[in-house]
């Protein structure tokens, strides 16, 4: 039986709804230029949607190095041509108004903050790792007044590396001074916040929020849950997880 000591949290879609502030931010975009230029205000909300979610399913260590409002920018571009509209001006007008236009949807998911006060008073080392970048992230963190409980930060252009690298989880567990067999890693994706921490050593917990199968042939994770206010009860023990980390 090991205990543990230290929990890292993935940010977007474990902490806070980051589906519904980037989704709720790109169709206040798609309407505006739908009432603009005439087509259709769904189809390209939709497009810039899929365009993110690839991106960030891809992101490699390598991409680091391109700013994000860069990226941004490319994923509008082509969200605007699959509508007939090849524009790179308002593809970067687009990217700029949607940065502005998602912050005001960033909210923690309820039982989050009441989650990262019980861990911290005790005693938990806490830290967020995410591949989310220091140009958004860090004011992200700010505004939704979280800071204050975490002993670390690692985001990926930071650290020079992305989850799922099994070599991110173990500095994070360094950097937090514990080891991983007394450490764990709580978020949304498996493929990047489980399977990269099981390799690492970690005990892990899936916030399985869209209902997803496990990947075929994949090692399951520790606890699967549906929400952030399910995590407590399985590290708010003083001593928990017979065998299965020990």
Known sequence: MAEIRAIMFDLDDTLHDDTYAFTSAAEEVAAEIAAEHGID??????????????????????????KLSLWRANLWGEALRSVGLDDARLAQASAAKYNVYRKKYFALFPGALD????????????????????????????????AEYFDAVFLADEVGMVKPDPLLFAHACTR????????????????????????????????????EALPAGAAPP??????????????????AHPGEIA
């Open 176 to 211: 937090l001074g514990a080891s991983p067999r007394h450490s764990c890693m709580v978020g949304d994706r498996y493929e990047r916040d489980i399977s990269g921490a099981l390799a690492a050593g970690l005990y892990t917990i899936w916030i399985n929020v869209r209902g």
């Open 222 to 239: 520790h606890v699967t849950v549906a929400n952030i206010g399910e995590v407590a009860s399985h590290l708010l023990g003083a001593k």
């Open 115 to 146: 989650l990262l006060r019980r861990l911290k008073g005790a005693g938990m080392k806490l830290a967020l790792l995410t591949n989310g970048v220091s140009e958004t992230h860090r004011e992200k963190i700010a505004l939704l007044q979280i």
């Open 41 to 66: 205000a769904l189809a390209l909300k939709q497009a810039y949607v899929a365009q993110a979610e690839g991106f960030w399913q891809r992101l490699t260590a390598a991409e680091l190095k391109t």
